[in-house]
């Protein structure tokens, strides 16, 4: 019940990702389930040596929408540490089983949609499942001093991040579709009310 209210109240501040609402609410549904952290799909712009580092990296830019040129222009007039990279991350959960074959039919719907990438995180009492795609894309902008790009470079690299952000949120839809081809006999009371009324079930 803890994480079920956080949803709400993560959606009240406007923290919440709204573009999955529904897929959340789908796995709310299944009694053996709830998700724990989740993003749509997001462009961010990171000041980091390579892409995937962890260390010493720095997001300067996050939407999880579209985004629009004179945003990232904006970025690139700032002073940076390292490497500018413009990237683009496909939808991510993690969601909290109560048992393996939970955590099996889960990873089904999700390969099905498109989650290549999705597998069990943590094992345990409560296995960890991150779903994941494959669905990514990382474009260098500047390196030491210099900006690497012109303007017409520019537009056409925003134009593609933000193509590559649509599909990536296609994979969310064909989740979802996924998800309710394999909801359980029985169903989560909190959230089938909640779901009927806005039109879920």
């Known amino acids: 019940m803890e994480a079920w209210r956080r949803l709400w109240e993560d959606l009240r501040i406007g923290y919440l990702d709204e573009d999955i609402l529904d897929v959340l609410i789908e796995i709310f549904l ?61 939808p991510i959960y993690h969601v909290y089983t109560a048992s393996l074959e939970e955590a099996r039919e889960l990873l089904a719907a999700a390969r099905e949609a498109g989650f290549k990438h999705s597998g069990v995180m943590v094992l345990g009492e409560a296995p960890l499942v991150e779903l994941r795609t494959g669905v990514r894309a990382d474009m260098l902008l500047a390196d030491g001093d210099r900006v690497l790009v012109d303007r017409e470079a520019l537009h056409r690299m925003v134009d593609v991040a933000n193509e590559v952000l649509a599909r990536a949120k296609e994979r969310n839809r064909r989740l979802l579709e996924a998800l309710r081809r394999r909801r359980p006999g029985s169903l989560w009371g909190p959230a089938v009310e909640k779901a009927r009324r806005l039109g879920l079930l």
């Open 30 to 90: 299944r009694p053996w389930s709830y998700p724990k952290s989740s993003c749509s799909g997001r462009i961010t712009v990171i000041d980091a040596a390579y892409p995937w580092a962890k260390d010493e990296t720095m997001t300067v830019f996050k939407k999880h929408g579209r985004v629009g040129y004179e945003e990232i222009e904006g970025v690139l007039a700032k002073p940076w540490a390292h490497r500018l990279w413009l990237s683009v991350q496909g």
